[in-house]
């Protein structure tokens, strides 16, 4: 079955570093996009970035941009999101999410458990 698994949360400092790894399995990953997903305490869930299947990246959170970055390994049916200069507002759990294209917003068919991260000194 189609399988989305969340790793690399966790607890940093304002102004660190974070990857985090979306692992997927259950489906034909080369063919679809991947997108990160956040929610808040309080808040509604966002769209953070999307990256397609031929590698064109999505930007929907205009707060992350210049400081986060989405990747993906075909080979290794990962995708990355690579998160610099973080700020106490980037705490949220994190979610992996696969749909055809990154047209959706926060819209995806298939979800991971999510990951939480929390930037706080």
């Known amino acids: 079955q189609v399988q989305l698994v969340e790793s690399g949360g966790g607890l940093v400092q304002p102004g660190g570093s974070l990857r985090l790894s979306c692992a997927a399995s259950?489906?034909?990953?080369?063919?679809?996009?991947i997108g990160w997903v956040r929610q808040a305490p309080g808040k509604e869930r966002e769209g953070v970035l999307c990256i397609s299947s031929n590698d064109i990246s999505t930007l929907y959170a205009d707060s992350v941009k210049g400081r986060f970055t989405i990747s993906r390994d075909n080979a290794k049916n990962t995708v990355y999101l690579q998160m610099n200069s973080l700020k106490p507002e980037d705490t949220a759990v994190y979610y992996c999410a696969a749909n055809e294209d990154c047209s959706g917003g926060d819209v995806y068919d298939w979800w991971g458990q999510g990951t939480q991260v929390t930037v706080s000194s």
């Open positions: 259950g489906f034909t990953f080369d063919y679809y996009a």
